[in-house]
């Protein structure tokens, strides 16, 4: 009877590991890291899979930041209207947050705020909201 048991356990121990990883978690029961939606990886210099770091809109941007195979991560940001084309950019890791440079136009990811800033003056504070489907 025990070894009955023993078997049945170890059997339905196999069956859920298997529904884990066909569920989407990785071998290890961690969940995959989500992909950049591919229009924002096509972008991203060399080609190849990024890793969505985190996405969020303001009442006027849709904000992406991306990282690539390389380890760099890119600063996608959009009108939500759509009126200019997306920037992709690189971005670099204050400690707080991210900052990305357009020759002397910065963009500042830090406390749920990006500030747009143009020769060090700002020119817009504008609060973040996360992105639930950055597709």
């Known amino acids: 009877m025990g070894v009955v ?54 009442e006027a941007h849709r904000i992406m930041l991306c990282e690539a195979s390389d380890g760099q991560v890119y600063y996608h940001g959009e009108l939500i209207d ?14 707080d947050g991210y900052i990305a440079w357009n020759a002397t136009y910065s963009y500042e990811i830090t406390d749920d705020v990006v500030i747009v800033s143009n020769n060090g003056s700002e020119l817009g504070r504008y609060d973040l909201v996360p992105w639930e489907d950055p597709a």
């Open 82 to 95: 759509a009126t200019e084309d997306p920037i992709l950019l690189p971005a670099d890791d204050t400690g």
């Open 5 to 58: 048991l023993l078997f049945l356990l170890t059997s339905c121990i196999r069956w859920i590991g298997s529904l884990a990883e066909s569920a989407g978690d990785t071998p290890d029961g961690t969940a995959p890291e989500p992909a950049c939606p591919s229009r924002v990886e096509a972008l991203i210099p060399g080609g190849g899979e990024a890793v969505l770091v985190d996405a969020f809109e303001t």
